[in-house]
Nanobody, 121 residues
Framework: QVQLVQSGGGSVQAGGSLRLSCAVS????????MGWFRQVTGEEREGLAA???????FYTESVMGRFTLSRDNAKNILYLQMDNLEPEDSAMYYC???????????????WGQGTQVTVSS
């Protein structure tokens, strides 16, 4: 069973940066995509960034150029570096694994516990 434990997040002013981390057990043997999503209460979970097993990255348009997905294979950690944050980025953020369609939440099978990001203007 793949387990994902998130850290990072918090509050920041507009224009600031945050980095989210996701420690993944069984990292080396986790098939499919890994990625980051966010959700605002009452709305659908939105795919932000994903990486397939070959290392190709996918980003949704709203975060392209501001968010960067990376991974540390030695530490089994997936990162999301978020720069130039905007108030509209405020949401609960989730990492996910074993995804079969990049950026599509319904196609991911394992989820982290979530971490809140709040961006003030």
């Amino acid at each position: 069973q793949v387990q994902l434990v998130q850290s990072g997040g918090g509050s920041v002013q507009a224009g600031g940066s945050l980095r989210l981390s996701c420690a993944v057990s069984a990292y080396t043997y986790t098939p499919g995509c890994m990625g980051w999503f966010r959700q605002v209460t009452g709305e659908e979970r939105e795919g932000l960034a994903a990486m397939n097993i070959g290392g190709r990255r996918f980003y949704t348009e709203s975060v392209m150029g501001r968010f960067t997905l990376s991974r540390d294979n030695a530490k089994n950690i997936l990162y999301l570096q978020m720069d130039n944050l905007e108030p509209e980025d405020s949401a609960m953020y989730y990492c996910a694994a074993r995804g079969w369609v990049p950026l599509l939440a319904a196609k991911f099978n394992n989820w982290g516990q979530g971490t809140q990001v709040t961006v003030s203007s």
